[in-house]
């Protein structure tokens, strides 16, 4: 195609619509389109074609009007975004001129800047044809006649801002949201917790804080699967935010942990928003067609009297919601000084845990396990102990549940694992190597997918025996994934090690389950062993065990045995093996070799 040429320039075309075209100079005040690089070294009817094109191409309605602001010309993009044919609009004055159809103020300040400056640009609110609002991005600027500076014409671009401005509503709706419950996010809640704190403070009244931390939820978690337990979460979150009132902030914390924030409210009013919500979610919720039950524990702190900014407070209320779970769980607390310490206690011994395995404090000790027939000591259990400096000796109840809910556990697992095997090792290498070790293993260490790898390290870097290894496991290790679990225990069996249910008849698991799983040796909890002699029900529960076990071909292991008495019962009823005071409390490894001495001779 070729153009006619034309010497003759154009510094500013005006259309009418496609075809029509005016001749118009005019002094610009700004957007000259001077620098339109080659554009004007092109003839001039090439230059008109290629305008009117971009007239029509354009992404930006495009509408120009006289000194009169009446309409003139549209271009196709304007008809796009307002809905209204070009015929339907020419000679009357676009919206945007007209004070009337915008907030006060914004024409006002239109029609000033292009009387003094030629042109404005700014965000405005438009309506089209069909009634909508939609936000705009607009341009306008005024056309004068370079010789007597007259206006002319007015040029008008705008594009429109719904899908951006929907866009940009979305990413703040994101980044101020949790993905999964759609509820507030700790950020979100921090901006009105401040909010509320600084008109708290004007007004002297005062802002609530409620800590919810859903019960054993991990447990509830795992037996409905992944997917599951997300959907529980989405309908506690609903559960949650239908019992609030309007003024109030429901948001998650992460994992299982909501806050609500309550401003304006005082003691009597903020106890009864705490028993409404424990109320609310003891419903029970309905996932995947199964029943789940959850109940919260819940902490309560008030500013100013807990704590005067968001970060006083929220810390407040949750060492709150740790006294409510301490004092068994679904229950309200309500903040007071004194707890503090409690929390500063738990932090510190946090820390000294921390750093207990580097530092070598921990210890284990050894438990005879004797066989009930001829009293032989086979085995031991090892049982961890902790030499905190300046406290003494600690028991695993004070420091494994803590390990557990922290995650230190796998650590501490792993160095118990090494202990164990290096032990049996030894023992070997001094003539006892009939005797075996069982290790605790806990929850953690097992779902966490290490134990296998930490098994084989202990049993390559000891060289001990692995048949003399024994793992003891709790049934509700045992009972979450029931296919990986599987897995895993049938691998560690490959290598030779042994297998235990730990405090057995405490969980929910059947013999049935266990024998799949190729277990060895089941422990029967030290609360049947020592009712044995007392409860006739609790007698006929651990016979029914003990012969199921045999007729199983596993073997059981009374707990806790004290006294001969429970002993000879045990005995009676068939039991294999025996443990506890009355045969020897826990001890450190030399002194077990006392023990066995005699036997060596
Ligand atoms: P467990 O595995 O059931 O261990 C038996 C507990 O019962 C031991 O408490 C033991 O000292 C105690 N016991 C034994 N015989 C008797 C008795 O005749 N009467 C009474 N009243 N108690 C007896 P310990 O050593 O305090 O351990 C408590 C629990 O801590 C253990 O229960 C086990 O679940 C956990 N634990 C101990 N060591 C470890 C470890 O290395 N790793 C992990 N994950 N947990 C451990
Ligand atoms: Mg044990
Ligand atoms: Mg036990």
Redesign the pocket.
């Known amino acids: 195609m070729t153009y006619p040429a034309d010497e003759d320039t154009l510094p500013m075309g005006l259309y009418e619509g496609p075809g029509t075209v005016r001749r118009q100079t005019a002094a610009m005040p700004i957007g000259r389109p001077s620098a339109n690089g080659g554009l004007l070294s092109l003839g001039l009817s090439s230059q008109l074609m290629i305008l009117a094109t971009m007239w029509d191409m354009a992404q930006l309605a495009v509408l120009v009007t006289d000194a009169q602001l009446k309409l003139l010309a549209v271009n196709p993009e304007h008809e796009r975004i307002t809905g209204y044919a070009a015929h339907e609009v020419m000679g009357q004055v676009p919206d945007m001129f007209q004070p009337d159809k915008h907030p006060p103020g914004v024409c006002d300040a239109l029609r000033t800047a292009l009387k003094t400056q030629g042109h404005w640009q700014g965000e405005m609110l438009s309506r089209r044809k069909n009634g909508s609002l939609y936000p705009e991005h607009l341009k306008v600027m005024a056309l004068r006649d370079p010789h007597s500076g007259v206006v002319t014409h007015y040029v008008a671009s705008f594009s429109d801002l719904s899908l951006q401005k929907a866009a940009q509503r979305r990413a703040l709706h994101m980044a101020s949201h949790d993905q999964l419950t759609n509820l507030p996010n700790q950020m979100l809640l921090r901006d009105r917790a401040e909010q509320a704190i600084s008109q708290a403070k004007a007004s002297g009244t005062q802002v609530g804080m409620v800590v919810l931390d859903m019960d054993h939820f991990k447990t509830v978690n795992d037996s409905l699967g992944h997917a599951g337990g997300d959907e529980l979460l989405r309908q506690i979150s609903s559960t949650l935010a239908a019992a609030i009132a309007s003024t109030e902030t429901v948001s998650r914390r992460g994992g299982d942990e909501f806050v609500v924030l309550c401003p304006k409210t005082d003691m009597a009013s903020i106890r009864h928003t705490a028993q409404r919500l424990l109320v609310a979610l003891s419903e029970p919720y309905r996932v995947n067609g199964r029943e789940a039950v959850v109940s919260a524990s819940v902490g309560v702190a008030l500013c100013p009297a807990d704590g005067e900014d968001f970060d006083a407070l929220l810390n407040n209320a949750e060492v709150a919601m740790y006294q409510a779970k301490d004092a068994g769980r679904r229950c309200v607390r309500f903040f007071t000084e004194d707890m503090n310490q409690g929390a500063h206690d738990r932090m510190a011994l946090l820390g000294d845990l921390s750093r207990a395995a580097l530092r070598g404090e921990f210890r284990l000790?050894y438990?005879p396990l004797v066989n009930l027939h001829n009293s032989e000591i086979v085995g031991a259990?090892?049982?961890?102990r902790w030499e905190r400096p300046g406290v003494g000796l600690v028991?695993?109840?004070a420091f494994?549940p803590l390990a557990e809910n922290t995650g230190l556990?796998v650590d501490?697992?792993q160095w118990?694992l090494h202990e164990a095997c290096m032990q049996l090792r030894r023992w070997s290498d001094a003539g006892l190597g009939h005797l075996f070790v069982a290790?605790?293993?806990?929850a953690l260490?097992f779902r966490q997918g290490l134990l296998e790898q930490q098994v084989a390290d202990a049993l390559e870097r000891s060289g001990c025996n692995p048949s003399r290894l024994e793992l003891?496991l709790t049934e509700s290790t045992l009972m979450v994934q029931p296919e990986e679990v599987m897995a895993v225990i049938h691998r560690l069996k490959q290598r030779g090690v042994q297998l235990a249910i730990?405090?057995f008849g405490t969980g929910y698991s059947s013999l049935a389950y266990l024998r799949r799983l190729a277990v060895d040796k089941i422990k029967i909890d030290?609360s049947f062993v020592r009712d044995l002699t007392i409860d006739p029900d609790g007698a006929a529960i651990v016979r029914a065990v003990i012969q199921m076990a045999r007729s199983m071909g596993l073997r059981t292991v009374g707990?806790?045995?004290?006294t001969q008495v429970n002993r000879r019962a045990l005995q009676v009823l068939g039991c294999d093996l025996g443990?506890?005071?009355?045969f020897g409390?826990?001890m450190p490894a030399a002194d077990f070799d006392q023990l066995m001495r005699p036997a060596e001779g």
């Open positions: 000790y438990q259990e090892a049982l961890i028991p695993p109840s494994i556990v501490i697992g118990v290790v605790n293993v806990s260490q003891e730990d405090d030290q707990e806790g045995i004290e443990q506890g005071y009355f409390k826990p």
